[in-house]
């Protein structure tokens, strides 16, 4: 993901913000800000809310839904463990009775 954030700087077309729960303490701020610069990130915005003009949000535990139906999208309810799209819960995604791709 490191690899990738940077290619998206590089090329200049982006705003990459790091999304966090952390982002609403701000001594957490000042922490993953450290970070950041220390990993040759400096100067991303940090935040915990989301934002209307967002156009993706990476992480390692989303679902991806249906837009505004709360449906999973097929492609995650066939995902297999370990692989890209698969949800670590106590259950598994095929346990959801409604889904649809998206």
């Known amino acids: 993901m490191m690899s990738r954030v940077k290619a ?7 705003e990459v913000r790091i999304f966090t729960a952390r982002a609403a303490d701000p ?6 800000k450290d970070w950041l610069g220390r990993n040759g990130l400096a100067g991303l915005a940090i935040t915990n809310i989301k934002d209307t003009d967002m156009v993706e949000l990476w992480d390692d535990k989303a679902v991806r839904l249906e837009r505004n139906t709360g449906k999973v999208c097929d492609g995650c309810a066939n995902a297999e463990r370990g692989t890209a799209g698969f949800s670590h819960r106590h259950f598994t995604l095929r346990d959801v009775e409604q889904h649809t791709d998206c």
Do not use: I, R
Not at 27 to 32: D, E, L, P, T
């Open 8 to 14: 998206w700087l590089n090329e200049g077309d982006y």
């Open 27 to 32: 001594a957490q701020v000042s922490k993953v």
